[in-house]
């Protein structure tokens, strides 16, 4: 993208129409092709050539525009007081010097501003103009000086708030906010719109910019839009508020939304903080943010700094990392995984995204790979956030190779060349080649051996790999036949890493029945279900003789699950590995009864666990466990009591926002502690 060998006005050209038709995809289609982030860079590429080259700088360029442009299809509106947009900082240093420039500019010498620091919503900015309490108009952002009439569409999203609430209201006041959907509002209405066989929205910013700038205001209505307001424009009949933080106190008492995350600050170190702490909330927070915003409070200060071309002086927005990039598909491979799960797998350009490098982003099956319409050699968008997976967001059809062809789904499995069967109307695909396929054994003595399970530290991938094809091993059972000779001349493995090998494999012989149940990989018995049953029946003898129906007159075991586990035990294959596993010598202690759990008031109760606790995460799952209390990861509405240690964060602020009860580490000891003495 930086193209050195160009002319830089050649480049500046090239950069400005690249960036004028992101602008009218953005802003007009509705439809961006590339992630803010790279629209971002973009913009800075520009930026930084015009101020090289100020010959070439012109006031048309986009880097002296605000974004948009106004739309024919809507009437236009000028706005009073032009709409402006903020200039962007991406980290502290960029901070540092706009607040010493501010300090500069109102003359002040010691101590530190007061800022007022908001979360920079990703939707789309409309003005609301109220005349003696009224709803007169509305409009979109447009190109900063005019916008669009979308008065109608935003009576919908308002309602009852066209009427503003108080007796002393101005003659006009405009207000400015930002329309957006929430989370699970835009993942309702995508799945709404792919039922009804309609266009899916690529994300909730798109959703709701096209659900607002619709002509049938009653298709606005229908659809989940959220406002929250966040400055004013224009004031007539009453003298405005004299900070940020009274304009926004004035709007709330007029009855409009303003977020409760805003917070006054005070200088660079307040602006950080709150940087941070809204960083760490992010994926717990029910909408999408990209950045916070700092605004000087006093409105003076805010006249004296005034405006660039662009965007104020006095306020600026402090990005986060982006969570989506543009990299490019390799390759699209075929992944057969434990249960013969077969999963087409993007192989990507290395791209950092949410933090982390990202080279592989799943495809999930080949109804995916229809409706994103990938290939190899496209560019694409891919996303990270939170914990989440990396996915292909979408793919930048314009940016196709011819070379590109279009996806097959095999009809044989790749690794053994077994049938591969669809389930489930075709979504789930699966190799029938069970543990004759490499593919399928390899993964399940990898599963048997990870941390969760038996946790053999050192018998990774690669070793599992060498091991089944080099033939020293078949199935797990033939783990615990390998010697130390065998390990030591493997293929590039020192001395002492084969003693450590050799050492893991016998000290993980000394287990729970709860981990082997796990371990053993029977299709859908997870963690939990291995310690349910280990809990409910004691002992593997019993597991494995159960019938279908005793198993399901276990808590939490459904008929599915029950076939699963039923099915396993009977396989002669299963049991042949079951014996050896036994011989080997893997052993464990006598799980206790269940006891009688009414006593606890975790009983039956779903419990999350966060922050740090002065004990292991494992002793208080245990002990929680054996109150009768199903420990899960995430909270949601679901979720009975979390436990937060020190330095709870997003887990803790959700349980909030859903009002589920909180413990602390003392509570939750005392209610053990009350259990275990009954
Ligand atoms: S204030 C003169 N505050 O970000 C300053 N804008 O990149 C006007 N935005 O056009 C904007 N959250 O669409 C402001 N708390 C916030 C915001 C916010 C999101 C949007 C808004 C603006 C764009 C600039």
């Known amino acids: 993208m930086s193209g050195l060998q160009k002319h830089p006005k050649q480049h500046i050209l090239q950069l400005r129409e690249q960036l004028e038709y992101h602008n009218y995809r953005y802003y007009v289609l509705d439809d961006p092709e590339i992630p803010d982030s790279s629209y971002d860079r973009l913009m800075q590429e520009l930026e930084e050539l015009e101020q090289c080259y100020p010959a070439f700088q012109s006031m048309d360029s986009p880097t002296q525009k605000v974004g948009g442009f106004a739309s024919e299809t809507f009437s236009e509106v000028v706005h009073a007081v032009p709409m402006r947009s903020l200039g962007n900082a991406f980290d502290t240093a960029e901070i540092t010097s706009f607040a010493r420039r501010v300090k500069e500019l109102v003359g002040l010498e010691t101590g530190e501003v007061e800022y007022v620091a908001e979360p920079k ?105 959220s406002l929250y307001c966040y400055a004013l424009g224009e004031v007539l009949g009453v003298a405005p508020p004299k900070s940020q933080l009274d304009a ?49 409070s006093r409105t003076d200060w ?140 390899k993964e399940s003595i990898k599963h048997f051996a990870s941390r969760r399970a038996m946790d053999i530290e050192g018998l990774g991938d690669k070793l599992v790999n060498q091991l089944v094809n080099d033939k020293l091993i078949d199935d797990i059972g033939d783990l615990f036949s390998l010697t130390l000779t065998q390990l030591s001349n493997l293929d590039r493995m020192a001395e002492k890493s084969a003693t450590n090998l050799f050492t893991a494999i016998e000290r993980s012989k000394n287990t729970t029945l709860a981990r082997f149940l796990y371990a053993l990989g029977i299709p859908l018995v997870g963690e939990a279900t291995g310690e349910t049953l280990s809990a409910n029946l004691f002992t ?98 679901n979720t009975d009591f979390v436990i937060a240690g020190e330095d709870a964060g997003s887990k803790a602020d959700k349980a909030r926002q859903l009002g589920v009860e909180i413990l602390n580490e003392a509570q939750f000891l005392q209610h053990i502690h009350n259990r275990l003495t009954v």
Not at 400 to 423: D, H, I, K, L, T
Not at 563 to 591: D, M
């Open 121 to 225: 919503l990703d939707g789309l900015a409309v003005s609301l103009r109220y005349e003696n309490g009224w709803l007169v108009q509305a409009a979109t952002r447009g190109d900063g000086k005019k916008g669009e009439n979308i008065t109608h569409n935003m009576r919908m999203v308002l309602a009852d708030r066209t009427r503003l609430n108080g007796d002393r209201l101005p003659e006009v006041l405009e207000v400015r906010g930002e329309v957006f959907m929430r989370t699970d509002d835009f993942h309702q209405l995508n799945q709404n719109q792919q039922k009804a066989g309609l266009k899916t929205f690529v994300n909730p910013r798109n959703a709701a910019a096209g659900s607002l700038r619709q002509l049938d205001p009653a298709i606005t209505a229908s659809r989940p839009l």
């Open 248 to 296: 926004l106190e004035w709007i709330k008492n007029m009855g409009l939304p303003v977020t409760d995350l805003v917070k006054p600050v005070v200088g660079v170190d307040g602006c950080i903080d709150y940087y941070n702490e809204l960083l760490g909330r992010r994926d717990s927070l029910p909408f999408n943010i990209d950045g916070v915003v700092y605004k000087v």
């Open 302 to 441: 805010q006249s004296s700094l005034g405006f660039t071309a662009k965007a104020p002086r006095w306020a600026i927005a402090h990005k986060f990392p982006a969570q989506e990039q543009v990299t490019v598909v390799e390759n699209i491979a075929i992944q057969v995984g434990r249960t013969g799960a077969i999963t087409p797998v993007a192989r990507l350009k290395p791209v950092f995204v949410g933090g982390v490098t990202v080279a592989n982003a799943t495809l999930h099956n080949a109804a995916e790979i229809n409706r994103l319409d990938v290939r190899a050699g496209d560019t694409v968008i891919v996303r990270r956030a939170g914990d989440v997976i990396p996915e292909v967001v979408s793919v930048v059809h314009s940016q196709r190779p011819q070379s590109a062809r279009a996806f097959r789904f095999p009809r044989e499995c790749p690794v053994c060349g077994s049938a591969v069967v669809n389930q489930g109307d075709g979504v789930i695909a699966r190799c029938s080649g069970g543990l004759f396929c490499a593919a399928q054994k």
């Open 540 to 637: 593997l003898d019993e597991v494995a003789a159960k019938s279908e129906e005793e198993l399901q007159n276990i808590p939490d075991i459904g008929p599915i699950v029950a076939k699963s586990i039923r099915t396993f035990f009977q396989q002669p294959h299963n049991q042949k590995v079951l014996e050896k596993l036994l011989n080997a010598g893997i052993h464990w202690p006598q799980p206790t009864r269940a006891k009688d759990f009414t006593h606890s008031i975790f009983a039956a109760k779903t419990v999350v666990l966060t922050g740090t606790l002065s004990m292991a995460r494992a002793q208080a799952k245990s002990w929680l466990q054996s109150a009768g209390a199903r420990v899960t990861g995430s909270v949601s509405k």
